[in-house]
């Protein structure tokens, strides 16, 4: 698939949202529909559709005459029913990482027509698009985003060493897997990154949350995301999602199906400058994320939506060190964004108190916060300094830090509310977080000779 991104920066009073009562420190705001996509073409011609399902049968027929395929007479009468087609990695930092951004179909003109009647699809379109978020290239790069088998299958094919980091229009061909399942439907996976293709081979099967590949932008794409199509034995299109505008199917084919919004936080942070993608190519997205500031600095505070709905608002609040209320104002969209993403800059000053502050999000009945230091010497001079390697973050067990050697240095690992929950001699360059539960903390290192320090986030999983 294609996206369509725009992107809006500076004083955007023209954006489609309104904010409460101004908080007493904003200069200036903006932000908008995030790359959000809207596809005007289809992500593989009608005629490239026809040729690789012409491709698929000989394959197909091949797998059966090996054995490893079953023939149209060995296949299940039951409709095989499927899982999210995603996982999120281990190491991702983020609290959510995807949202639909186009459903299939179903009109048969020019219209447009999802599977509950609704428009949140592009002309044609034949599948459903998983769109990562809030930063899709560089989650890309990490790998924060794994495809997985929906459902039991075979593999019968498999498309890999394409190009992987499409942002226009081209007639690149994509990178690819092929299952086909009991019932003999079968599901396309696309857009793959290239060279992360599951090793299991054509003929090979796989189980539900099998690992598959990484989310890329091959083919004809415009950014990192996962086109998932599902076919009948047929060749005929498969909506796996019931509604009243789906003709395909009279039951719904997952095992339990999302609401067709599901309204809900992926990210928020500070930073030191606004968030930027450029033009949204590879290597021009900048999340330009910091948690350590000096009094008289400029904050840049952000959050990333899915599915945000006008019936919903955001409440921001800065927290300061002794746990009350500095600052508060709201936030809510003025039409639907499958994605989105909202800025403030805000100036600080030497009234400030210093220590650690929280930036809270207050969404659906949920509060989520984010740390950050302001003051109280806690520049990052000491990572200016040194080439420093923090990992793995997020953590399970310990923290390793390397490029510390030969320094005699201290530590202090905090709580979002800045509360200090572990402090010592840093040995052995790793810390044990075995006894922390899962969440964000704030670790902080000084270097006992010259006071230089460091802080950054770690999030335990």
Known sequence: MKHFYTVFFSFLLSVSFTIGAMAQGILQQGGGPAPSISQKAPCISPEERVAEWDRLQIQRQRLIAEGKLSSPQGRTSQNIQFRIPLKQSINSPYTGYYGITNYVDHDGSSGLEDYICEEVTYDGHRGTDYATWPFPWEMMDNNDVEVVAAAKGVIIEKRDGNFDQSCDWNNKPWNAVYVEHADGSVAWYGHLK????????????????DFLGYIGSSGISTGPHLHFELFDTDGSMLDPYIGTCNPTSSISRWENQDPHKTPSVIHHQTGNRAPDYGNFCYGQEASNEANVFD???????????RDYVTSTS???KLISPDGFIYDSWSNTPSQFYPLSYWWWSYQTNNSFPQGMWRFDLEYDGKTYSYPFQLGMATSNDLKDELEINIGPNPVRDFVN?????NLRLSYEMLDIQGRLLQEGLLENNRIDMTSFAEGLYLLRIRNLENGQSLVTKVVRK
């Open 194 to 209: 290239k060279n992360t293709l599951t090793a299991k081979a054509i003929g090979d099967t796989v189980y539900p949350g």
């Open 295 to 305: 009094p008289g600095d400029v904050i840049y505070l952000s959050i990333y939506m």
């Open 401 to 405: 830090i390397e490029g510390l050697e």
């Open 314 to 316: 955001s409440t921001l």
